[in-house]
C-alpha cells in the first residue's frame, strides 16, 4: 500500500524567510510525484510533476526535488500570496489512482 | 475560460435521499475524477474515468455511483446517502500525455455535502 507522509502540518514563516516543506513516500515503484497548491475554499492547483530521483523542478518561488525516498518544496523569500496548504502525491506504476498526502499549511506573515 | 464547473456548490439533505453531483470540464480533456476530502484523512479518490463509457473505482467507491456519457460531463450520484458521505466532494479533470500524467489535474471549486 502507497504512503505518502507530509511535514510539518503548518508552518508559520515571516516575508522573506526560506523554508522546506517534507513529502516521505513508500511506494512500489514511482511513476509520479505530484505537488499541488490549495487556497482556502478552493480546489487543489497543480504545480509540479517529478519522475525520478535527482530530478528537480523551479516555478517563481517555489522549487520541487525528490530521492528515492522523499521530495521537497523549497521556498525562497516566500512573500504573503503563497500562504496555501501545500498537497504531495504519488501514483504507483501500474495504478492510475493517486494517493495523496495531509499537506502542508504554510503561513507568511508580511 | 478553461475550467471545471461543479454544481451545487453547497448541499444539505437527509439521509436517504438521492441525489447527483455535476461536473463539467470545457477543456476536452480524456481523464475525469472525483475525489473526496475529510480533514485528517486529506484527498481520497472515489470514482475516476478515462474517456467515454470507461468508469473504473478509486479508494473509496462504496455508496457512490459515475456515468460517462458525454467527453465533457461527469456527475456523481448518491443513490441513498448516509451521514459517513459528509464531505467535500472535487472533480478534476485532465489531458494526459503519458501514462504519469493523469495526475496532472485541474480540479473543480468543489462542492461541500452535508448529510443529516
Known amino acids: 500500500e502507497d504512503q505518502v507522509t507530509q511535514s510539518p502540518e503548518a508552518l508559520r514563516l515571516q516575508e522573506g524567510e526560506s523554508s522546506s516543506l517534507n513529502c516521505s513516500y513508500t511506494v512500489s515503484g514511482l511513476r509520479g510525484l505530484f505537488w499541488y497548491r490549495q487556497d482556502p475554499g478552493k480546489g487543489p492547483e497543480f504545480l509540479f510533476t517529478?519522475?525520478?530521483a535527482g530530478e528537480e523542478k523551479e516555478k517563481e518561488r517555489l522549487k520541487a526535488t525528490l530521492t528515492k525516498k522523499e521530495s521537497f518544496l523549497h521556498i525562497t523569500a516566500p512573500k504573503p500570496e503563497d500562504s496555501a496548504t501545500y498537497l504531495c502525491a504519488v501514483q504507483s506504476g501500474g495504478s492510475y489512482i493517486p494517493t495523496f498526502g495531509r499537506g502542508t499549511s504554510l503561513i507568511v506573515h508580511p | 475560460e478553461a475550467q471545471v464547473t461543479q454544481n451545487p456548490r453547497y448541499l444539505i439533505t437527509v439521509t436517504g435521499k438521492k441525489l447527483t453531483v455535476t461536473c463539467s470540464q470545457n477543456?476536452?480533456?480524456?481523464?475525469m475524477s472525483w475525489y473526496r476530502q475529510d480533514p485528517g484523512l486529506g484527498l481520497r479518490q472515489i470514482y475516476y474515468?478515462?474517456?467515454?463509457?470507461?468508469?473504473d473505482k478509486g479508494d473509496v467507491p462504496e455508496g457512490y455511483k459515475v456515468s460517462r456519457k458525454e467527453k465533457r460531463n461527469f456527475p456523481l450520484i448518491l443513490e441513498s446517502p448516509s451521514p459517513n458521505q459528509t464531505s467535500l466532494y472535487f472533480c478534476?479533470?485532465?489531458?494526459?500525455?503519458?501514462?504519469?500524467?493523469?495526475?496532472?489535474?485541474?480540479f473543480g471549486p468543489g462542492t461541500r455535502l452535508t448529510v443529516l
Open positions: 477543456m476536452n480533456h480524456e481523464y
Open positions: 474515468s478515462m474517456n467515454v463509457e470507461v468508469t
Open positions: 517529478l519522475y525520478s
Open positions: 478534476a479533470s485532465s489531458f494526459p500525455s503519458g501514462v504519469s500524467s493523469y495526475n496532472e489535474q485541474f
